[in-house]
């Protein structure tokens, strides 16, 4: 356990996923996770950092960061002066670190009214999307067996992770598979223009409701190419770095997939979810691998979306935080004081 000053401390605990977890880019079955803790008035607030060394962090910068940033945290109650805080000291990196400050200051916010989160910022009370669970990339008979055990666990949304020479044969099997489930794809930016061009029919064939970040991430004028000819909606995430990224994404993709360890936390998250919705784009709440308490923050944004992908938690082997909520696969809103979650 470390300390920093203004009662912010910190653990970094290795979760472990269930089986390994597989994308286009590689596949792990360890992710250190950093929990951190803001206590003042003796009430507390809790926050995750889930790093993404696609985006430039790890456990090392997380644990390097976190003692230049958690002074930043002194009034959990001035979100404006937290995040002019964290601006000064690092204007556009470490998002993750950032995020789990202001999920701290947030919910300690809340613990101080008795309320959820959700409540707290005036969300709204519908109904959360069903989250779709992941079939992640492996062999063949390996992704079969995924499917077909998440759809006996009641799971009636499944994300399917592609980006292989293989993608037609996974596609077509799977939707033999599991005939009756909705499926979305999501090729983590590994198809080439040609490839993701062909693709579509097969997307179009296995009735596909939507395809995530089909090309690299830097690469609009594709994806706006390839918008117009697509029936499929196509939804960017690698593309998606900063808030300000989502203006310049509303003209090659028809949504975006906000996840809050990528932008800097839940508020950062709901300023570009309303860009989103001014520029006419539909979105979906998603996530990393990440325990209950992460998971639990993007729950209390859900309600406001099109999709949700929030079963990062359900891949653990060993969640350190219980009290959300599955049912036949449908997540519950939290609806306990702050996050609602709690350490096992």
């Not at 939507?210 to 991430?217: I, K």
Request: aromatic share 6%.
């Amino acid at each position: 356990m470390s300390a920093a000053p203004m009662n912010v401390n910190w653990e970094t605990l290795e979760l472990h996923t269930a089986q390994p977890f597989g994308i286009a880019r590689w596949t792990h079955s360890v992710y250190p996770r950093t929990f951190v803790t803001f206590t003042q008035d003796g009430i507390s607030g809790r926050g995750e950092a889930a790093p993404n060394a696609f985006y430039g962090e790890t456990r090392g910068t997380v644990e390097a960061v976190l003692p230049l940033l958690a002074d930043a945290l002194t009034d959990p109650r001035d979100w404006d002066g937290l995040h002019a805080g964290l601006a000064a000291r690092m204007p556009h990196d470490h998002p993750s670190v950032k995020c789990a400050l202001e999920m701290a200051a947030l919910e300690w916010c809340a613990v101080s009214a008795g309320l959820p989160v959700w409540r707290l910022l005036g969300l709204s009370p519908a109904p959360l999307p069903r989250s779709s669970f992941t079939v992640s990339l492996a062999e063949l008979p390996d992704m079969r067996r995924q499917a077909r055990e998440a759809v006996a666990a009641g799971h009636t949304v499944l994300k399917v992770k592609l980006g292989t020479a293989r993608d037609t044969a996974i596609l077509e099997a799977l939707r033999e598979e599991v005939p009756n489930v909705t499926l979305r794809v999501d090729a983590n930016a590994a198809w080439t223009r040609p490839q993701a061009k062909r693709m579509l029919g097969v997307l179009d064939a296995a009735r596909v409701e939507l395809v995530e970040q089909p090309l690299a991430a830097d690469d609009l004028e594709g994806h706006a190419e390839l918008r117009r000819v697509s029936r499929v909606p196509i939804v960017a995430d690698e593309s998606l770095h900063h808030v300000r990224d989502v203006i310049a994404l509303a003209d090659a993709f028809d949504g975006v997939n906000l996840k809050l360890a990528k932008l800097g936390g839940p508020l950062r998250a709901l300023t570009a979810l309303r860009l989103a919705r001014a520029h006419g784009m539909g979105v979906m709440i998603g996530c990393m691998i990440e325990s209950s308490l992460g998971i639990a923050a993007a729950a209390h944004l859900a309600g406001l979306c099109d999709w949700a992908d929030l079963d990062g938690a359900l891949l653990l082997a060993d969640d350190p935080y219980a009290g959300l909520e599955w049912t036949a696969g449908e997540l519950a809103r939290p609806d306990g004081v702050g996050w609602g979650v709690q350490r096992r």
